[in-house]
């Protein structure tokens, strides 16, 4: 078990590194737009479908 964690704790650091970069970038972008629709003024709104419904 030891051997394996020398042998791929380079991999397993740079995995760790890329998934918390993606996160950070997810939460960066959430609150962006959210900002940015904060701003517009435009009020929160639930989204309703038009149109007939499907799952008769």
Same mark, same amino acid.
Request: glycine share 8%.
């Given at each position: 078990?030891?051997?394996?964690?020398?042998?791929?704790?380079? @991999?397993?650091?740079?995995?760790?590194? &890329? &998934? @918390?970069?993606?996160? @950070? %970038? =997810?939460?960066? &972008?959430?609150?962006? %737009?959210?900002?940015?629709?904060?701003? =517009? %003024? &435009?009020?929160?709104? =639930?989204?309703?479908?038009? %149109?007939?419904?499907?799952?008769?």
């Amino acid at each position: 078990m030891l051997d394996v964690l020398k042998r791929y704790s380079m @991999a397993f650091i740079f995995l760790f590194i &890329v &998934v @918390a970069l993606m996160l @950070a %970038g =997810t939460m960066g &972008v959430m609150s962006f %737009g959210d900002k940015m629709l904060r701003d =517009t %003024g &435009v009020e929160m709104q =639930t989204m309703k479908p038009r %149109g007939e419904d499907l799952s008769k």
